[in-house]
C-alpha cells in the first residue's frame, strides 16, 4: 500500500467531512503556530523580567541582612519567610545544585550573572529540595535566597483560556457551515445521478449558490431533461411499432387457425405467432421500465401466492415456499412483473440437466427477509449458466450462443428483472445451485432510500 493509499484510508469518505477535517486541521496548525511565535518572541522580555525580579530581590535580602542588628537578624529571617515565602541559607560546600533543565532557565542565569557578578548561581534544585535558588555575597560569605518555584510560572488567566476556546469553537462551526453550504450540491447531485441509473425520473436540481455549482446545477437538468424525451419518444416509437406488428400477427393467427387444417402444421406456426408476440412485449416492458408507477405499501406474500395460483391454473408445476408476512414499499405491477419475467426464464429452461436428481418440481419460488434486506428467489433444475457468463446475460439483448435447452427470445428478460431490481435500490444475483439448476435472486432494502 503506497503512503497516499495509507491516506486515504485514514481520512473519512465523504467530501464535506474531509474537507472539515483539512480546514479544522489547518485552524489548528495556525493558532499552535501563532502560540509557538508568541512564546518564542516573549521568551527574552519574560527572561530579563524574571532576572530583573530575582536580581532586587536578591540585592533586597542582601542588603536588610547587612543593615540589621546581629541579634535582629534571626527574627529578620522569619519575618521574610512567613510574609514573603522567602528563606535565606548560608551556602555549604558540599550542597547538591541542580544543572538548569531548561535553555529558558539558563538564559535567566545569564542575565543574574551580568546584574550580580559571576559568582552569582541560579538553580531550581538544591539539596534535593525543588526551588527557585539564588546565591549571593556578603563579604566572602555565601548565602542561598530560596523562593517558592511558583514565582517562575507564568498562569494564563482562565477567562482568556475560556475565550480562546469559544473563538476556535465559534471558528470550527464557521467551517462546517462553509463546507456544508458547498458540499449540500454535490449531495444533491449525487443523489439524482444515483436516481437516474436506478432508472427513475429525479425533480431538478436547484440551480443557486456559487456560479460553478450553477452551471452544474443547470448541465444537469439539461442532460436529464433531454433522457427523459429519449425515453419518452422510445417508448412512444416501441409502442407504435408493436401496434403496428401486433395487429397484423393477430390477423395471421386467425388466418392459420381457419385455414390450414393440418394440425402438424398449425401447432408449430402459432407457436412462433406467440413467441414474436411475447418478444414484442418484452420490448414493450424494457422500454416501459416502472411505467412511472409509484411505490405503496405492498403484502409480498399475497402478491406471491396469488402468482403461483395462477401459474398452477395454467398447470405449471410450481413450487410456493411458505412466504413470511413482509410488507414493504414497492412499486407492485413493475415487481410483479419482474417475477413472471423470472419464472418464464426458469420453464424455458428447467429441463434437468445430465446426472442432476430432481424432485419433479422444475420451479421453486421462495420469499425471505435476510437481514435489512427482502429477497425473492426463483429457482430451477436446468443445467445452469457458466460462471464467466453470469453478469454478461443481465445485459439487454444477450443471449447464450445456445440457450440451455434450446430456447429462443430477445434476450430482455434479465435485463428487465435488473432494471426493476435497480428501481427499488437493489439487485439481480444470478448463481448455480451446488445441487444443480440456477437461482435468480431479485434482492432490495426492506426500507428503501
Given at each position: 500500500m503506497t503512503a497516499g493509499q495509507r491516506i486515504d484510508s485514514i481520512l473519512p469518505r465523504s467530501l464535506l467531512a474531509r474537507t472539515f477535517v483539512l480546514i479544522a486541521g489547518l485552524m489548528l496548525l495556525f493558532a499552535f503556530t501563532g502560540i509557538a511565535l508568541l512564546r518564542s518572541f516573549d521568551r527574552e522580555?519574560?527572561?530579563?523580567?524574571?532576572?530583573?525580579?530575582?536580581?532586587?530581590?536578591?540585592?533586597?535580602?542582601?542588603?536588610?541582612?547587612?543593615?540589621?542588628?546581629?541579634?535582629?537578624?534571626?527574627?529578620?529571617?522569619?519575618?521574610?519567610?512567613?510574609?514573603?515565602?522567602?528563606?535565606?541559607?548560608?551556602?555549604?560546600?558540599?550542597?547538591?545544585?541542580?544543572?538548569?533543565?531548561?535553555?529558558?532557565?539558563?538564559?535567566?542565569?545569564?542575565?543574574?550573572?551580568?546584574?550580580?557578578?559571576?559568582?552569582?548561581?541560579?538553580t531550581v534544585e538544591l539539596n534535593g529540595e525543588e526551588a527557585l535558588c539564588v546565591s549571593f555575597h556578603i563579604d566572602e560569605d555565601e548565602y542561598w535566597l530560596v523562593l517558592p518555584r511558583e514565582r517562575l510560572e507564568r498562569f494564563i488567566p482562565a477567562g482568556l483560556i475560556g475565550w480562546g476556546l469559544a473563538a476556535l469553537l465559534l471558528s470550527l462551526i464557521g467551517a462546517w457551515l462553509i463546507v456544508w453550504h458547498l458540499a449540500r450540491p454535490l449531495q444533491r447531485l449525487a443523489h439524482a445521478a444515483a436516481q437516474i441509473g436506478r432508472g427513475q425520473r429525479p425533480l431538478p436540481l436547484p440551480e443557486q449558490g456559487v456560479s460553478e455549482m450553477v452551471a452544474l446545477a443547470r448541465a444537469f437538468n439539461r442532460m436529464n431533461a433531454d433522457l427523459a424525451r429519449l425515453d419518452e419518444d422510445r417508448a412512444l416509437i416501441l409502442a407504435g411499432v408493436s401496434h403496428d406488428l401486433r395487429t397484423p400477427l393477430t390477423r395471421l393467427r386467425l388466418d392459420i387457425e381457419f385455414n390450414v387444417a393440418d394440425e402438424a402444421l398449425r401447432a408449430p406456426m402459432i407457436a412462433d405467432i406467440e413467441e414474436m408476440d411475447r418478444t414484442i412485449g418484452q420490448f414493450l416492458d424494457f422500454a416501459r421500465g416502472d411505467g412511472g408507477e409509484t411505490m405503496r405499501e405492498t403484502d409480498l406474500a399475497g402478491m406471491l401466492t396469488d402468482l403461483a395460483g395462477q401459474f398452477r391454473q395454467r398447470g405449471v408445476a410450481l413450487r410456493l415456499a411458505p412466504p413470511p408476512a413482509i410488507v414493504c414499499r414497492v412499486r407492485p405491477q413493475a415487481l410483479r412483473r419482474a417475477v413472471v419475467n423470472l419464472i418464464e426464464n426458469a420453464l424455458r429452461h428447467a429441463r434437468p440437466a445430465a446426472g442432476v436428481e430432481g424432485d419433479g418440481v422444475p420451479v421453486e419460488l421462495t420469499l425471505a427477509a435476510e437481514g435489512a434486506m427482502v429477497v425473492i428467489e426463483v429457482a430451477d433444475r436446468g443445467p445452469g449458466i457458466p460462471p464467466e457468463e453470469i453478469e454478461r446475460l443481465k445485459l439487454p439483448f444477450t443471449r447464450r450462443e445456445q440457450a440451455r435447452t434450446g430456447a429462443g427470445g430477445a434476450g430482455l428478460g434479465l435485463a428487465i428483472v435488473e432494471r426493476i431490481a435497480q428501481a427499488h435500490g437493489g439487485r439481480l444475483v444470478l448463481a448455480n445451485r451446488v445441487d444443480g439448476g440456477l437461482s435468480a435472486r431479485i434482492e432490495w432494502p426492506l426500507r428503501p432510500g
Open positions: 522580555p519574560h527572561a530579563r523580567q524574571l532576572a530583573q525580579m530575582l536580581a532586587s530581590v536578591a540585592n533586597l535580602a542582601r542588603s536588610a541582612l547587612i543593615s540589621a542588628r546581629p541579634e535582629a537578624r534571626f527574627a529578620l529571617l522569619q519575618e521574610l519567610s512567613e510574609r514573603e515565602g522567602l528563606r535565606i541559607y548560608p551556602a555549604e560546600a558540599d550542597d547538591r545544585v541542580a544543572p538548569l533543565p531548561r535553555p529558558f532557565l539558563r538564559r535567566v542565569g545569564e542575565l543574574l550573572v551580568q546584574q550580580l557578578g559571576p559568582q552569582t548561581r541560579l
